[in-house]
T-cell receptor, first 111, second 114 residues
Framework: DQQVKQNSPSLSVQEGRISILNCDYT??????FLWYKKYPAEGPTFLIS?????DKNEDGRFTVFLNKSAKHLSLHIVPSQPGDSAVYFC??????????FGKGTRLHILP | NAGVTQTPKFRVLKTGQSMTLLCAQD?????MYWYRQDPGMGLRLIHY???????AKGEVPDGYNVSRLKKQNFLLGLESAAPSQTSVYFC?????????????FGPGTRLLVL
């Protein structure tokens, strides 16, 4: 049973437009959420995170929104750039416990 | 700071052989993790450690063992490799402070079991 779900395996967005990546979770005890970006043949790199006590966190072009009642979070990238083409993983953790990842969404930025 | 390093980068094993993957971090992080990544499966947690001398099972622990004898090192062992263990293995360490958490990944170890 997947506790963290990324239902879109891939997404294509025009350069300069907004990219929105979505993530749903089932465990209401998750208290921390993270987004990672991964290029082929490299390890994932941390992008941005949000605590469950907040509903928004912004860092440059990246903004993460958390809707606890819907158990949903999203990552917004604006404006999208060619270097943003990668696989994006959503992850969640509960207290001191392990971090659980979604299956990832492949983002293609079109010229 | 080297961050998180993994040794080796690539390895080919025959079924039944054993090997140990080494993960090292120089950031004094308490939490360390081993993941495997397979096509269409995302990152799945194998084992993790919340401190020196402690380990715990993750989502897919079967066929693997781990040890955290020193805070900076987290070893992943395969006692008898199987083709199903062909994968890319990522190690990570995490720092948590207050409501903040950041996880740092190593570059990965590509393992092929024939």
């Amino acid at each position: 049973d997947q506790q963290v779900k990324q239902n879109s395996p891939s997404l294509s967005v025009q350069e300069g437009r907004i990219s929105i990546l979505n993530c749903d979770y089932t465990n209401s005890m998750f208290d921390y959420f993270l987004w990672y970006k991964k290029y082929p043949a490299e390890g994932p790199t941390f992008l941005i995170s949000i605590s469950s006590i907040k509903d928004k966190n912004e860092d440059g072009r990246f903004t993460v929104f958390l809707n606890k009642s819907a158990k949903h979070l999203s990552l917004h990238i604006v404006p999208s750039q060619p270097g943003d083409s990668a696989v994006y993983f959503c992850a969640a953790s509960e207290g001191d416990d392990k971090i659980i990842f979604g299956k990832g969404t492949r983002l293609h930025i079109l010229p | 700071n080297a961050g998180v390093t993994q040794t080796p980068k690539f390895r080919v094993l025959k079924t039944g052989q054993s090997m140990t993957l080494l993960c090292a971090q120089d950031m004094n992080h308490e939490y360390m993790y081993w993941y495997r990544q397979d096509p269409g499966m995302g990152l799945r947690l194998i084992h993790y450690s919340v401190g020196e001398g402690t380990t715990a099972k993750g989502e897919v622990p079967d066929g693997y063992n781990v040890s955290r004898l020193k805070k900076q090192n987290f070893l992943l062992g395969l006692e008898s490799a199987a083709p199903s263990q062909t994968s890319v293995y990522f190690c990570a360490s995490t720092i948590r402070w207050g409501y903040q958490e950041t996880q740092y990944f190593g570059p990965g170890t590509r393992l092929l079991v024939l």
